[in-house]
Protein backbone atom coordinates (compact mmCIF):
# COMPACT_ATOMS: atom_id res chain seq x y z
CA UNK A 1 0.00 0.00 0.00
CA UNK A 2 3.09 2.67 -0.20
CA UNK A 3 2.60 3.10 -3.83
CA UNK A 4 6.03 1.40 -5.17
CA UNK A 5 4.44 -0.77 -7.54
CA UNK A 6 2.40 1.91 -8.83
CA UNK A 7 5.89 4.18 -9.50
CA UNK A 8 7.48 1.58 -10.97
CA UNK A 9 4.30 1.33 -13.30
CA UNK A 10 4.53 5.27 -14.34
CA UNK A 11 8.25 4.66 -14.64
CA UNK A 12 8.25 1.94 -17.22
CA UNK A 13 5.53 3.58 -18.72
CA UNK A 14 7.57 6.92 -19.23
CA UNK A 15 9.99 4.64 -20.56
CA UNK A 16 8.37 3.44 -23.22
CA UNK A 17 6.24 6.62 -24.31
CA UNK A 18 7.01 8.14 -27.68
CA UNK A 19 6.23 11.46 -26.96
CA UNK A 20 6.80 11.71 -23.20
CA UNK A 21 5.67 15.19 -21.68
CA UNK A 22 8.71 18.25 -20.85
CA UNK A 23 8.96 16.51 -17.07
CA UNK A 24 9.63 13.45 -18.14
CA UNK A 25 6.32 11.76 -17.50
CA UNK A 26 4.74 9.48 -19.96
CA UNK A 27 2.12 11.10 -22.34
CA UNK A 28 -1.08 9.26 -21.79
CA UNK A 29 -2.06 9.59 -25.39
CA UNK A 30 0.23 8.40 -28.53
CA UNK A 31 0.47 4.33 -29.58
CA UNK A 32 2.72 3.14 -27.24
CA UNK A 33 0.70 4.23 -23.97
CA UNK A 34 -2.77 3.08 -25.52
CA UNK A 35 -0.52 -0.11 -25.51
CA UNK A 36 0.55 0.31 -22.29
CA UNK A 37 -2.53 1.18 -20.82
CA UNK A 38 -4.39 -1.39 -22.41
CA UNK A 39 -1.58 -3.85 -20.73
CA UNK A 40 -0.16 -5.47 -24.09
CA UNK A 41 2.40 -3.40 -24.88
CA UNK A 42 4.90 -5.73 -27.09
CA UNK A 43 8.46 -4.32 -25.08
CA UNK A 44 6.97 -4.69 -22.01
CA UNK A 45 7.24 -7.84 -19.54
CA UNK A 46 6.06 -7.76 -16.04
CA UNK A 47 7.06 -10.64 -13.81
CA UNK A 48 5.43 -11.42 -10.67
CA UNK A 49 4.16 -14.80 -8.95
CA UNK A 50 1.44 -16.33 -10.92
CA UNK A 51 -1.90 -16.09 -9.35
CA UNK A 52 -4.95 -18.12 -9.10
CA UNK A 53 -6.48 -16.68 -11.88
CA UNK A 54 -3.96 -16.05 -14.11
CA UNK A 55 -2.98 -20.25 -13.47
CA UNK A 56 -6.68 -20.83 -14.42
CA UNK A 57 -6.58 -18.98 -17.70
CA UNK A 58 -2.84 -20.64 -18.49
CA UNK A 59 -4.41 -24.21 -18.36
CA UNK A 60 -2.13 -27.27 -18.91
CA UNK A 61 -0.33 -27.43 -16.14
CA UNK A 62 0.48 -23.62 -15.01
CA UNK A 63 0.44 -23.76 -10.90
CA UNK A 64 -0.07 -20.67 -8.78
CA UNK A 65 2.46 -19.88 -6.59
CA UNK A 66 3.87 -16.87 -3.99
CA UNK A 67 7.25 -16.98 -5.57
CA UNK A 68 8.44 -16.17 -9.15
CA UNK A 69 9.82 -18.85 -10.62
CA UNK A 70 12.87 -20.34 -12.72
CA UNK A 71 10.46 -20.49 -16.05
CA UNK A 72 8.93 -17.27 -15.81
CA UNK A 73 13.05 -16.11 -15.62
CA UNK A 74 13.88 -18.55 -18.32
CA UNK A 75 11.16 -17.28 -20.76
CA UNK A 76 12.72 -13.45 -19.97
CA UNK A 77 15.44 -14.61 -22.23
CA UNK A 78 13.62 -14.88 -25.50
CA UNK A 79 12.51 -11.65 -25.13
CA UNK A 80 15.32 -9.63 -24.53
CA UNK A 81 17.05 -11.54 -27.11
CA UNK A 82 14.87 -10.14 -30.03
CA UNK A 83 14.66 -6.49 -31.71
CA UNK A 84 12.24 -4.15 -30.21
CA UNK A 85 8.32 -3.99 -31.56
CA UNK A 86 9.30 0.03 -32.43
CA UNK A 87 12.71 1.00 -31.90
CA UNK A 88 12.88 2.11 -28.94
CA UNK A 89 13.06 0.61 -25.21
CA UNK A 90 12.72 -2.95 -24.28
CA UNK A 91 11.36 -2.84 -20.33
CA UNK A 92 11.46 -5.64 -17.53
CA UNK A 93 9.34 -5.08 -14.74
CA UNK A 94 9.82 -7.61 -11.82
CA UNK A 95 7.57 -6.90 -9.10
CA UNK A 96 7.79 -7.92 -6.33
CA UNK A 97 11.61 -9.06 -6.71
CA UNK A 98 11.83 -10.02 -3.48
CA UNK A 99 9.42 -12.82 -4.52
CA UNK A 100 12.40 -14.39 -6.66
CA UNK A 101 13.38 -17.84 -5.46
CA UNK A 102 16.78 -18.65 -5.15
CA UNK A 103 16.77 -20.67 -8.34
CA UNK A 104 15.03 -18.14 -10.57
CA UNK A 105 17.46 -15.06 -8.51
CA UNK A 106 20.37 -16.85 -10.27
CA UNK A 107 18.29 -17.08 -13.74
CA UNK A 108 17.91 -13.45 -13.25
CA UNK A 109 21.66 -12.70 -12.72
CA UNK A 110 22.57 -14.42 -16.02
CA UNK A 111 20.08 -12.39 -18.07
CA UNK A 112 21.36 -9.51 -16.01
CA UNK A 113 24.86 -9.26 -16.09
CA UNK A 114 24.96 -8.68 -19.96
CA UNK A 115 21.94 -6.95 -20.87
CA UNK A 116 20.87 -5.66 -24.56
CA UNK A 117 20.98 -2.53 -25.37
CA UNK A 118 17.65 -0.52 -24.50
CA UNK A 119 16.76 -2.59 -22.38
CA UNK A 120 15.78 -1.73 -18.76
CA UNK A 121 15.14 -3.62 -15.79
CA UNK A 122 12.89 -2.27 -12.91
CA UNK A 123 12.92 -4.33 -9.89
CA UNK A 124 10.87 -3.58 -7.32
CA UNK A 125 11.62 -4.71 -3.80
CA UNK A 126 9.83 -4.36 -0.30
CA UNK A 127 12.54 -6.07 1.60
CA UNK A 128 15.92 -5.69 -0.92
CA UNK A 129 17.66 -7.30 2.30
CA UNK A 130 15.79 -10.60 0.68
CA UNK A 131 17.87 -10.08 -2.83
CA UNK A 132 21.21 -11.69 -3.39
CA UNK A 133 24.00 -8.97 -2.99
CA UNK A 134 25.24 -10.06 -6.72
CA UNK A 135 21.67 -9.08 -8.16
CA UNK A 136 21.53 -5.64 -5.94
CA UNK A 137 25.26 -5.00 -6.99
CA UNK A 138 23.90 -4.62 -10.42
CA UNK A 139 20.92 -2.31 -9.88
CA UNK A 140 20.99 1.31 -9.31
CA UNK A 141 19.15 1.71 -5.91
CA UNK A 142 16.19 3.99 -5.83
CA UNK A 143 14.57 5.05 -2.73
CA UNK A 144 10.93 5.98 -2.80
CA UNK A 145 9.60 7.58 0.33
CA UNK A 146 6.23 7.65 1.36
CA UNK A 147 3.87 10.45 2.14
CA UNK A 148 4.16 11.84 5.61
CA UNK A 149 0.98 11.40 7.62
CA UNK A 150 -0.26 14.63 6.82
CA UNK A 151 0.14 14.05 3.45
CA UNK A 152 -1.67 10.78 3.37
CA UNK A 153 -4.42 11.97 5.74
CA UNK A 154 -4.89 14.92 3.07
CA UNK A 155 -4.93 12.47 0.32
CA UNK A 156 -7.80 10.20 2.11
CA UNK A 157 -9.96 12.75 2.56
CA UNK A 158 -9.98 14.30 -0.62
CA UNK A 159 -10.27 11.23 -2.34
CA UNK A 160 -12.65 9.18 0.15
CA UNK A 161 -13.95 12.12 1.63
CA UNK A 162 -13.34 11.19 4.88
CA UNK A 163 -13.73 13.44 7.88
CA UNK A 164 -10.43 13.99 9.93
CA UNK A 165 -11.10 11.50 13.02
CA UNK A 166 -12.14 8.27 9.85
CA UNK A 167 -9.05 9.23 7.67
CA UNK A 168 -7.15 8.86 10.47
CA UNK A 169 -8.22 5.72 11.93
CA UNK A 170 -8.19 3.98 8.29
CA UNK A 171 -4.29 5.33 8.21
CA UNK A 172 -3.67 3.66 11.84
CA UNK A 173 -5.49 0.73 10.60
CA UNK A 174 -3.32 -0.02 7.75
CA UNK A 175 -0.08 0.50 9.21
CA UNK A 176 -0.02 4.01 7.56
CA UNK A 177 -0.05 2.90 4.10
CA UNK A 178 -2.39 5.26 2.14
CA UNK A 179 -3.46 3.19 -0.51
CA UNK A 180 -4.25 0.36 1.78
CA UNK A 181 -6.02 2.45 3.85
CA UNK A 182 -7.78 3.96 0.89
CA UNK A 183 -9.22 0.10 0.27
CA UNK A 184 -10.13 -0.28 3.62
CA UNK A 185 -11.96 2.88 3.39
CA UNK A 186 -14.21 1.00 1.16
CA UNK A 187 -17.63 0.15 3.01
CA UNK A 188 -17.42 -3.96 2.10
CA UNK A 189 -13.68 -3.74 2.62
CA UNK A 190 -14.01 -2.06 6.16
CA UNK A 191 -17.17 -4.21 6.79
CA UNK A 192 -13.84 -7.32 6.37
CA UNK A 193 -11.81 -5.90 8.53
CA UNK A 194 -13.92 -5.01 11.52
CA UNK A 195 -14.94 -8.17 11.15
CA UNK A 196 -11.45 -9.76 11.55
CA UNK A 197 -10.44 -7.69 14.33
Known amino acids: GSGRSNAAR ?3 AALLCETPTAEGRACGHCLACGWFAQGNHPDLRRVSPIDEETAERSGAGVKASKDIRIQQIRELAGFVGVGTHRGGRRIVLL ?9 SANALLKTLEEPTPSTHFIVVARRRQTLPATIVSRCVRVDVAGPTPEQALAWLRRTRSLDAEGAELW ?7 PLRAWSLADDEQGAVHRKTL
Open 10 to 12: AFA
Open 95 to 103: DPADALNLE
Open 171 to 177: LAAAGGS
